[in-house]
C-alpha cells in the first residue's frame, strides 16, 4: 500500500460563524439524544476528554445542553495521559479549570505497553484503543459515572463501518448507545449524527487548547486514512454518500443479508 498522505478536514465555507455551526452541532446532537435516549435523569456521564476537536466539542455541546436541558444530569470530564514522549495537558488543564468544569486527570503508561508489543510497521490503534476503554471503564465506576460519552461522530461510524467490511468481514460500526459486555458500563456517542467537516470548523471558532496525538497520529499506511480519502474522493462524485451511508446503518434489512436463515 504506498504511503498516505496527512489528510485535513476541508475548509469550511467562508461567512458561516460560531453560532451558526453550533446551532447545528446543537440540534444533530438533540436528535441523536432523543433518538436513542442516551441521556435520562439523573445521569452523571463521563465525558472522555481526549484532548483532540472532537472530544472537546462534545464536551462543550453537552455543558450548554446541560444547562437548558428539562432533565437533570451531571457532567465529569475524564482525560487520560497515556505517557506518550512530550506530553504536555497543561492547557487543557487550564481549559477546564478556566470553563469550571469537574474533571479528573488519570495517568496509565498504555503508550510503553503499546509499543513494545506492538511490532515495528504495524498499527497502534487496535491495542491502543482496548487499554484506554479498559482504563476508562474502570473510572468511570469509581466516580459513579452512568454513562460514558465518547465523541465519535458520522465519519468515525463510517470508516468504521468499512474497515470492518474490508478486514474483519463483519457488518458492524459504532451504535450511538452500548451496554459493554459485563453489564458495568454504558457508552453514548452523541455526535453520531454530525460530520467531522462541521466539527472540525466549529473547534477552530472555539480556539480549544488541542493535544495531538503522537502515538497513532505519527504512524502512515493507516488503512483508515486511506477509507478517508476514498470517501472523499466518492463524494466528489456522489455530494451526500456519507449521508446515505449512516442513514443505512438505521435503515438494515436483516433479511435480505446472508447471516439470516429463513423461515
Same mark, same amino acid.
Given at each position: 500500500?504506498?504511503?498516505?498522505a496527512?489528510?485535513?478536514?476541508p475548509?469550511?465555507?467562508?461567512?458561516?460563524g460560531?453560532?451558526?455551526?453550533e446551532?447545528? *452541532?446543537? =440540534?444533530?446532537m438533540?436528535?441523536? @439524544?432523543?433518538?436513542?435516549? #442516551?441521556?435520562?435523569?439523573?445521569?452523571?456521564?463521563?465525558v &472522555?476528554?481526549?484532548?483532540?476537536?472532537?472530544?472537546?466539542?462534545?464536551?462543550?455541546l453537552?455543558?450548554?445542553?446541560?444547562?437548558?436541558?428539562?432533565?437533570a444530569f451531571?457532567?465529569?470530564?475524564?482525560?487520560?495521559?497515556?505517557?506518550?514522549p512530550?506530553?504536555?495537558?497543561?492547557?487543557?488543564?487550564?481549559?477546564?479549570?478556566?470553563q469550571?468544569?469537574?474533571y479528573?486527570?488519570?495517568?496509565?503508561d498504555t503508550?510503553?505497553?503499546?509499543t513494545?508489543?506492538?511490532?515495528?510497521?504495524?498499527?497502534y490503534?487496535?491495542?491502543?484503543?482496548?487499554?484506554r476503554?479498559?482504563?476508562?471503564?474502570?473510572?468511570?465506576e469509581?466516580?459513579?459515572?452512568?454513562?460514558?460519552? *465518547?465523541? =465519535?461522530?458520522?465519519d468515525?461510524? @463510517?470508516?468504521?463501518?468499512? #474497515?470492518?467490511?474490508?478486514?474483519?468481514g463483519?457488518l458492524? &460500526?459504532?451504535?450511538?448507545?452500548?451496554?459493554?459486555?459485563?453489564?458495568?458500563?454504558?457508552?453514548?456517542?452523541?455526535?453520531?449524527?454530525?460530520s467531522?467537516?462541521?466539527?472540525?470548523?466549529?473547534?477552530?471558532?472555539?480556539?480549544?487548547?488541542?493535544?495531538?496525538?503522537?502515538?497513532?497520529g505519527?504512524q502512515?499506511?493507516?488503512?483508515?486514512?486511506e477509507?478517508?480519502?476514498?470517501l472523499?474522493?466518492?463524494?466528489?462524485?456522489?455530494p451526500?454518500?456519507?449521508?446515505?451511508?449512516?442513514?443505512?446503518?438505521?435503515?438494515?434489512?436483516?433479511?435480505?443479508?446472508l447471516?439470516?436463515?429463513?423461515?
Open positions: 500500500m504506498p504511503p498516505v496527512v489528510r485535513t478536514v475548509e469550511y465555507p467562508s461567512g458561516v460560531q453560532a451558526t455551526l446551532k447545528k *452541532l446543537a =440540534h444533530e438533540g436528535r441523536c @439524544i432523543a433518538d436513542f435516549q #442516551l441521556i435520562e435523569p439523573g445521569d452523571r456521564i463521563m &472522555a476528554l481526549s484532548g483532540g476537536k472532537d472530544s472537546y466539542s462534545l464536551l462543550r453537552l455543558d450548554r445542553a446541560r444547562q437548558r436541558a428539562p432533565v451531571e457532567l465529569v470530564a475524564v482525560h487520560l495521559d497515556q505517557g506518550q512530550g506530553y504536555d495537558g497543561s492547557a487543557l488543564k487550564a481549559w477546564l479549570r478556566e469550571g468544569h469537574a479528573h486527570i488519570l495517568r496509565e503508550y510503553q505497553l503499546v513494545e508489543r506492538i511490532p515495528e510497521g504495524k498499527t490503534c487496535s491495542m491502543c484503543s482496548r487499554l476503554r479498559g482504563i476508562l471503564y474502570n473510572a468511570a469509581r466516580l459513579g459515572c452512568t454513562k460514558i460519552a *465518547l465523541g =465519535h461522530h458520522r468515525d461510524a @463510517i470508516e468504521t463501518l468499512m #474497515l470492518n467490511m474490508m478486514f474483519n463483519s458492524s &460500526a459504532m451504535p450511538a448507545k452500548l451496554v459493554s459486555d459485563d453489564g458495568r458500563n454504558t457508552v453514548i456517542r452523541p455526535l453520531l449524527y454530525s467531522e467537516r462541521d466539527i472540525s470548523a466549529y473547534a477552530q471558532t472555539q480556539d480549544f487548547p488541542i493535544i495531538p496525538c503522537n502515538l497513532c505519527s502512515e499506511k493507516l488503512w483508515r486514512q477509507v478517508k480519502q476514498l472523499d474522493d466518492i463524494e466528489e462524485r456522489v451526500k454518500v456519507r449521508q446515505s451511508m449512516l442513514a443505512a446503518l438505521k435503515n438494515v434489512h436483516a433479511t435480505h443479508l447471516g439470516t436463515s429463513q423461515p
